[in-house]
């Protein structure tokens, strides 16, 4: 079983005209998602990154420059990550399928990771 | 905490629509009125927010105090970002903190709720126009979105926004304020937001298209805030509770207006034994309330006609000598001809359908129902009752010509069926 880093970007422009009410209940939806992987077993964990305030570090002549914000340039921002094991990607790309994160029109970016 | 720990703190139902009152009501006062549309769009990122950690990091074991630290994080940075509004950023971020501070100490009462109660009334301020004060009500003050609300008026969604925007600038234009009207300003303030909780009450028990005969989230909502303004000596008038009883009454009966079929049961059919006793009981207890004061407001009325159906033990034993007296009333007070035709049904029950129908011909005359369904249908009950049934089934079929809600139109159709088969009994729809 390999693991596979799934890469919630967030650029979501449906949520601005959500009502909070619907926003309550994709919330649900994702918990919903990630506890049915969780017992298939197959949810090794998740993380929510902050919004703002990371850094890009970039070194030219041996000097560290340090810019603001995580999306100097992207427009997308990466909001989070789960961490799931599958078999291979087809298996992963399934686990993905029914992710509600899709249908806010969200994109997902499923990487696998190299074991140690 | 990782998403995949069994910890899970329930998501209470509602409580982001609570929490959108609430945070858009102590941001207005903050930031003030002028700034309303900034305020909501803080309480939105905040929510964004929350929909993006919670479902990954696990919902926070106080989400109402993580949503304000958030709203309060996301308020300094627009405060930054705003040249108007910098010279009053110090202040406004000792404010947020305090409060912060009252919400961590507050056990069990809100310390806000006094926030809501002014948006109401802000809501409802002379500079905004009538027709927008419900729609302003339910998006700032209950949590709805411009669709929703859209959908709850069969609104075109881009009108709504835009209505809500210009709503908006006139309270900036008006120099509105937040505090509490006082005196002449405050009662005249209190008889508009009577009139925006009874039309959002009323668009929520009417129905005028779709499966759903009452889209109960509107009635939920203005029994909710009726409630609300009883609470406050300031806002807690006889009048106000009258409305309130209305209200309840009136909410005593949704489980029974419609069958698991969709189909609709007319009060006369519907089964009294499963009326919401609790609700009806606190209908009692405001109406009681609504008769301490000198007033007497079409609500005070409105609300004994619908209480006396509320005690009645079936629709052939009601206090129907009562029931006439009170639309006597009302319509002196309103000369409304949907008063008069209320009216019409219950003198059928008191003094038969010839007289009621003579009665009708009088509210016939204005012309003003010809494009109102009930009107059509009351006629076609009471001619079906007099035993003229070609003229019934046309009067059904204009009215099922008019009727938007699909339930009406197939309790119509069986009334039709009803004709056909000569099968009529004294049992019609009511028209309230």
């Given amino acids: 079983m390999a693991k596979y880093m799934v890469i919630l970007h967030d650029s979501m422009p449906a949520l601005r005209k959500m009502s909070p009410d619907d926003m309550q209940k994709v919330i649900a939806k994702y918990k919903a998602w990630s506890a049915k992987l969780g017992q298939a077993g197959r949810l090794v964990g998740g993380e929510k990154l902050f919004d703002e305030g990371g850094k890009h570090l970039t070194k030219t002549n041996g000097k560290m420059a340090v810019k603001d914000g995580p999306y100097a340039e992207a427009k997308e921002v990466v909001g989070g990550y789960f961490l799931i094991e599958a078999k291979d990607y ?14 806010l029109g969200g994109r997902i970016e499923l990487r696998q990771v190299e074991p140690t | 905490m990782a998403a995949s720990s069994d910890e899970v703190t329930p998501l209470v139902e509602r409580l982001f629509r609570d929490e959108a009152g609430r945070l858009i009501a102590l941001l207005t006062r903050l930031l003030g009125p002028a700034h309303l549309a900034l305020a909501e769009d803080v309480t939105q990122e905040a929510f964004i927010a929350a929909l993006g950690s919670w479902p990954r990091a696990g919902v926070p074991r106080r989400p109402s105090a993580w949503l304000l630290q958030v709203a309060r994080r996301k308020a300094l940075d627009a405060l930054r970002r705003d040249r108007a509004l910098a010279d009053r950023l110090p202040a406004i971020a000792a404010e947020l903190e305090d409060v912060e501070r ?3 100490a507050g056990a069990g009462e809100d310390p806000f709720d006094d926030d809501r109660l002014r948006m109401i009334l802000l809501c409802c301020h002379p500079a905004v126009s009538g027709d927008s004060r419900v729609a302003l009500t339910l998006k700032v003050v209950s949590g709805f979105s411009v669709s929703e609300v859209a959908r709850a008026f069969l609104a075109d969604e881009k009108a709504v926004a835009q209505r809500l925007v210009r709503a908006k600038r006139a309270l900036r234009d008006a120099g509105a304020t937040f505090e509490m009207p006082e005196g002449a300003a405050r009662d005249a303030r209190l008889d508009a937001v009577h009139s925006v909780l009874y039309l959002m009450f009323n668009e929520g028990h009417t129905a005028h298209d779709g499966e759903s005969l009452l889209r109960r989230d509107l009635c939920v909502e203005a029994l ?29 009966r949704f489980d029974e207006r419609m069958d698991q079929k969709g189909h609709v049961a007319t ?35 409105e609300a004994e006609i619908a209480s006396l159906h509320a005690i009645a033990p079936s629709w052939a ?11 006597d009333r009302l319509l002196m007070i309103t000369g409304s001809p949907v008063v008069a035709l209320n009216r019409v049904v219950a003198v059928r029950e008191l003094r038969g359908a010839a007289n009621a129908l003579v009665e009708l011909r009088e509210v016939e005359r204005s012309g003003a129902l010809d494009r109102y369904h009930l009107f059509h249908a009351v006629r076609a009950e009471l001619l079906g009752a007099l035993g003229w049934s070609d003229e019934a089934a046309r009067a059904w079929i204009r009215a099922r010509e008019l009727a938007k809600s699909n339930p009406v139109q197939r309790h119509i159709a069986q009334r039709l069926d009803a004709l056909a088969s000569n099968d009529v009994d004294s049992e019609g729809i009511h028209p309230s």
């Fill in chain 1, 90 to 103: 087809t298996e992963a790309t399934k686990l993905c399928e029914d992710c509600p994160h899709l249908e």
């Fill in chain 2, 317 to 327: 034993a009601t206090d129907w000598a009562r029931i006439v007296e009170c639309y």
């Fill in chain 2, 102 to 104: 009252r919400d961590d």
């Fill in chain 2, 224 to 252: 909710r805030l009726a409630e609300r303004l009883t609470r406050s000596e300031s806002t807690g008038t006889p009048t106000t509770r009258a409305l309130a009883a209305l209200f309840c009454f009136h909410a005593s």
């Fill in chain 2, 267 to 301: 009060l006369a059919r519907q089964d009294r034994s499963r009326w919401d006793v609790a609700l009806i009981s606190r209908g009692f207890e405001h109406l009681a309330l609504a008769g301490t004061g000198e007033a007497l407001s079409t609500f005070h009325v």
